[in-house]
């Protein structure tokens, strides 16, 4: 949430959203030492039928090289009246842009991976400066469309600086590079090893497996003398075959959304790895609410673990109970594969007199639905209700419902439960940040009251600190922010937030230079925040800086050049004599 401060001097400086569920890596740019993987390509010779079913499913096309099985758009978006087309020259892939009628903003972007298997849809990533952004446009599979990235319908200006987030990368691809140290969306490239999900996603890296069964075959061949004794075979790791939570994990590091996900201090949801509990690096939070029929259902975990088939199978019950990893079945067998999926608890006799002339049990039981925040897709309802709703509203934004009707008391509960989780008071009071930035009053009290508790117990955390910061800033206490700011920054040089709101509370206080200082470092490492590149650029204005400030509205053009504030001061600033505007 943006939220404008007008200044005597410098106006239209803007406070950032403190972006509190970001947390540090102060050991470096790279979590756990990526060694040991091999690729799909070694498990092959060994899993020939295996490897042949799963390359047919949409996981092991959730990403590449953006000209495998290119998807060309040519569609013009009617609020922003801008022309977008996805095309081929030779073996590259552009997206380009044009608003018709004379309008300077008519170029082009190289799109190197594309994201989304296509079966609900598919996006596209391109880079400036090794920073890497997604497509403004995405491929709808529901209607066959193209249309506006999800919360960018109604924009009236092409939004080119969308970052590539590591949270979306770490679910679509392997061997995903982690964002350089300090950075959002600047990445090491190639931006990730393997395209797809892979099977060392699921089964962790199997180089060790791979040589010792190279070794066993090799001394297989040499006589029985030369064969080591108690030779040990490393086995792959089998998510089936571990305890529930672990179990669970494996597909939960992609299939489970919440209202709000908090990264563990010092923790990143890509050091995941099969095996480990994805609640040691990242905490999903739902919000549910006095009256309420449950947890909001934002994605298949919450959704069925609302479903009595898992409230009466408990850990016996898992995603694989009813999908197969290994392989996805054909459209015309779907209806009777899952119908032995239920059969295989409820019974082939009850399968006989319960509706046998409708063998579609997902059909009535886990209808599909619009989702009501992506729009163009589709969902599958996996509460799966005894008497479906007509239209299940699936994927809910919760934080955004009226809290006076069907939320009148929210409250956060970690997902999945454990009293560990929702005593953690640091990882709830971010949530609760997380929450109040999207404009939730119920969400901001609760922020305010316990950031507060949060800074007694982690005093060196630098996401509370900075948490903390932007609530003390909201209540007019500008010197606490500034002080709770610096010690966030102390701690970790490269919040950007933190540097950014400290920026503008230096600019206010008379410190331009200051501010100067810290808005560089800042959009040095986050070059699509517009908005600390235009403070930037006034404050070189209003300090005759004009050059200076060319460059920073220039650099902000670069990553975003259809801000029609930075193109307003540009033609000031070229003009005789330059003007700032102010």
């Not at 509990?277 to 006095?290: N, Q, S, W």
């Amino acid at each position: 949430m943006l939220l404008l401060v007008s200044l005597l001097c410098l106006t239209s400086l803007i406070f950032l959203a403190a972006a509190p569920a970001q947390t540090a890596n102060p050991a470096g740019n790279s979590g756990p030492a990526r060694t040991g993987y091999v690729g799909n390509e070694a498990c092959a010779g060994c899993h020939v039928s295996i490897y042949d079913s799963y390359m047919k499913t949409p996981m092991a096309h959730a990403s590449g090289p953006a000209i495998e099985n290119l998807r060309p758009a040519d569609f013009v978006h009617d609020k922003s009246g801008v022309h977008y087309r996805i095309y081929t020259e030779g073996d590259k892939v552009w997206l380009s842009f044009e608003r018709p009628g004379g309008s300077t903003v008519n170029d082009k972007r190289q799109l190197l991976y594309f994201i989304g298997s296509g079966r609900r849809g598919r996006s596209y990533v391109f880079a400036v400066d090794d920073f890497f952004f997604e497509s403004p446009i995405n491929w709808y599979a529901y209607r066959k469309v193209w249309d506006m990235a999800p919360a960018y319908g109604n924009t009236r200006e092409i939004p080119l600086n969308l970052p590539a987030y590591a949270t979306c990368l770490r679910c679509h691809t392997s061997g995903m590079q982690p964002p350089l140290k300090g950075t959002e969306n600047k990445y090491s490239t190639p931006l990730f090893t393997q395209n797809g999900v892979g099977c060392e996603r699921c089964h962790g890296p199997g180089a060790a497996h791979v040589t010792d069964t190279n070794q066993t075959t090799a001394a297989a061949m040499v006589r029985p003398e030369m064969v080591r004794p108690a030779m040990v075979r490393p086995e792959m790791l089998n998510p089936a075959k571990l305890p529930a939570e672990r179990r669970d994990s494996v597909c939960m590091q992609c299939h489970l959304e919440g209202n709000v996900a908090i990264e563990r201090a010092g923790r990143h949801g890509y050091d995941f790895r099969p095996g480990d509990i994805l609640d040691d690096f990242v905490r999903h939070y739902v919000l549910a609410g006095e009256g309420s029929s449950g947890l909001g259902a934002n994605s298949q975990f919450e959704a069925l673990a609302q479903s009595t088939c898992k409230k009466k199978s408990g850990d016996a019950m898992s995603c694989m109970s009813c999908h197969d990893p290994h392989s996805s079945p054909p459209a015309e067998q779907r209806a009777s594969y899952y119908r032995g999926k239920c059969l295989a608890c409820h019974g082939k006799a009850f399968g006989a007199k319960h509706h046998a002339d409708r063998p579609d049990c997902t059909a009535c039981h886990m209808p599909s639905s619009l989702s009501v925040d992506i729009s163009h897709t589709e969902v599958t309802d996996h509460r799966i209700q005894r008497r479906p709703e007509l239209s299940p509203q699936l994927l809910q934004d919760s934080s955004s419902q009226n809290s006076t009707t069907r939320n009148p008391s929210p409250t956060l509960i970690p997902f999945p439960y454990s009293k560990e989780a929702d005593d953690d008071i640091r990882d709830r009071a971010l949530a609760w940040q997380s929450l109040a930035e999207n404009g939730s009053q119920e969400a901001a009290a609760q922020a305010d009251r316990l950031l507060h508790e949060a800074a007694k117990q982690f005093p060196d955390d630098p996401a509370i600190l900075s948490g903390l910061a932007y609530v003390e800033l909201n209540h007019g206490a500008v010197e606490k922010a500034r002080d709770l700011y610096q010690k966030a920054l102390a701690l970790d040089s490269t919040l950007i937030d933190a540097a950014a709101n400290l920026g503008v509370i230096e600019a206010r206080s008379g410190h331009p230079q200051r501010a100067v200082e810290l808005w560089q470092g800042a959009f040095d490492r986050a070059p699509a925040d517009s908005s600390i590149g235009m403070n930037l650029a006034r404050t070189f204005c209003e300090s005759g800086r004009i050059n200076e400030a060319r460059a920073s509205v220039l650099r902000v053009l670069r990553f975003n050049p259809d801000l029609s504030s930075a193109k307003k001061l540009l033609q000031l600033l070229d003009a005789d004599p330059p003007g700032c505007g102010l």
